[in-house]
């Protein structure tokens, strides 16, 4: 497969596509058994890549790179190469896990805590219940082994990653040649699956506002999203041809 056009947001490439194209694609990857690699970028994850080079160099090896955070919508039009529209991990996990319901597609789930695991599993065998669930474990490990040979065994169809950047990069990127499967990293999407964290609501999102939501319910975000406002100071600069890497 070549890569799709792609639109180069301050050092990372993100792929030039909206929500149905991209569905469309991974659907026949799918049905290919092809191995792909998606990553979900944000601001914070643009930042964190300019700053570290092997980072850098796995999300360059993904095969997608999706544009998941209004701030780079935003500082793509603001550097006139826009990009069609925001494109959700949490909306392109949802609509996998359709998907793979109703093609009997097997999952392999990796990462939050026991607890909320086991809820998001639970809500996603009476949700989906024509999906194949391949195996799951919690992101609290110190030994990857038994994870690593229960996917190579299985071979599921999708392995979702919800380890938070950058350490679900890393596992992929390690990992992802073990089984022709389509691998993302899904952050904090168990969490939301589970419904120990709410997403916010339809109106919160059309105004694109939902990191206010998600700051008003975890305060201790505040110092994380001070990336946004660096990010969009590098944007301008960046406009202006002042790049400062």
């Known amino acids: 497969m070549s890569k799709p056009k792609e639109i180069n947001v301050l050092g990372i490439n993100f792929t030039n596509i909206n929500n ?94 026991s607890e909320t695991l086991d809820k998001a599993i639970k809500k996603i065998k009476n949700d989906y219940p024509n999906l194949e669930i391949a195996g799951y474990h919690d992101g609290y490990f110190t030994d990857d082994s038994d994870i690593v040979t229960e996917i190579k065994h299985n071979k599921p169809d999708f392995v979702f990653v919800a380890l938070g950047f950058p350490k679900q990069e890393f596992f992929i990127s390690k990992y992802h040649n073990l089984s022709p499967s389509i691998w993302m990293g899904v952050g904090g999407s168990f969490d939301v699956l589970a419904g120990t964290v709410k997403r916010a609501p339809l109106f919160w999102q059309k105004h694109h506002i939902e990191w206010l939501f998600r700051l008003l319910q975890e305060p201790t975000r505040f110092f994380r999203m001070l990336a946004l406002p660096k990010y969009l100071i590098l944007i301008y600069l960046k406009k202006l041809g002042i790049d400062k890497k």
């Open 20 to 113: 149905k194209e991209l569905i469309s694609q991974l659907k026949i990857d799918s049905h290919n058994h092809s191995n792909r690699f998606i990553v979900t970028a944000n601001p914070e994850i643009v930042l964190y890549a300019r700053d570290n080079p092997k980072y850098l160099s796995i999300i360059e090896s993904a095969d997608y790179t999706i544009a998941d955070g209004i701030g780079i919508i935003k500082g793509a039009k603001i550097l006139n190469t826009p990009l069609p529209e925001r494109v959700t991990g949490f909306d392109t996990l949802l609509s996998l896990l359709t998907f793979a319901n109703e093609n009997k597609k097997s999952i392999y789930f990796l990462g939050a805590k």
